[in-house]
């Protein structure tokens, strides 16, 4: 498992997104990028966090930021969900799961006593050269969307 750290090189990624398209760190190369790390689309707590930065997705491109949700869930899944809830922001399908590994947030998790491998609620903020600024593991919801904005604006 990679850990990524605040100061490291951003690991790189090709995704399929819910438009469509692909979205690739290398394209994004000269703005600040936010990728969101979420479980599982359409459940509570991430359409929840989806909905927050899509919210403030205005500022965040005023802040020449490009904001990523990521997740394994199919690109039709994905379609889905940003229709439902009129999601801005990238939606990026990571099915086969390099991504996840990648980035270190494919991990064990407990629910309920069970084991399970899923996805850590995590995000990380990166600087227009692909360096990784803020790392948030572990995150909670509430108010997430707005702390990193703060932290996209104070770069």
Not at 14 to 31: C, H, N, P, S, W
Not at 82 to 102: F, I, M, N, R, Y
């Amino acid at each position: 498992m990679t850990d990524i750290t605040e100061g490291s090189k951003a690991p790189a990624f090709d995704m399929e997104t819910a438009a469509g398209e692909r979205v690739t760190l290398a394209g994004l190369k000269g703005r600040k990028v936010v990728v969101f790390f979420y479980p599982k689309a359409d459940t509570p707590g991430c359409t929840t966090e989806s909905q927050d930065f899509s919210a403030l997705i205005d500022q965040f491109e005023a802040a020449n930021t490009t904001v990523i949700g990521v997740s394994r869930d199919p690109v039709r899944k994905l379609q889905k969900f940003q229709a439902k809830h009129d999601l801005k922001v990238v939606l990026a399908s990571d099915e086969p799961g390099d991504v996840t590994e990648g980035w270190g947030v494919w991990v064990m998790k407990k629910l309920y006593g069970r084991e399970y491998m899923g996805i850590e609620r995590a995000t990380f903020l990166i600087d227009e050269q692909g360096v990784v600024r803020r790392a948030w593991r572990k995150v909670a919801v509430k108010r997430h969307a707005a702390e990193v904005l703060e932290a996209v604006q104070s770069l």
